[in-house]
Nanobody
Framework: QVYLVESGGGPVQAGGSLRLSCAAS????????AGWFRQAPGEEREFVAA????????YYGNAVKGRFTVSKDNVKNTVYLQMNSLKPEDTAVYYC???????????????WGRGTQVTVSS
């Protein structure tokens, strides 16, 4: 069992930046994907970014390419999502997940955090 806790969300103006953190406890992140997804009210959960824990390979959703960066800290057992040039359409609850076998597919992940709200105002 692994427990994930997201932090770093909050209100921000368009064009600003936030860094989300996802800390794991119970065990380390697995060698599979650690991913970030987001869900806005009335919308389906959307893939944002993922990182393969052992290789460091990264993947991004089309909506965030060039603006968001996913990274990890093996010592702190934490995954980060650096979000730059934020837009109002980035407003959503952001979730961290792990043990994903297909980086961009939410259903392939076994463990999820409770999410952190990001609100971007224009």
């Amino acid at each position: 069992q692994v427990y994930l806790v997201e932090s770093g969300g909050g209100p921000v103006q368009a064009g600003g930046s936030l860094r989300l953190s996802c800390a794991a406890s119970g065990r380390t992140f697995s060698t599979y994907a650690a991913g970030w997804f987001r869900q806005a009210p009335g919308e389906e959960r959307e893939f944002v970014a993922a990182i393969i824990w052992d290789s460091g390979n990264t993947y991004y959703g089309n909506a965030v390419k060039g603006r968001f960066t996913v990274s990890k800290d093996n010592v702190k057992n934490t995954v980060y999502l650096q979000m730059n040039s934020l837009k109002p359409e980035d407003t959503a609850v952001y979730y961290c997940a792990t043990d994903g076998t297909v980086p961009s597919v939410a259903a392939s992940y076994d463990f999820w955090g409770r999410g952190t709200q990001v609100t971007v105002s224009s």
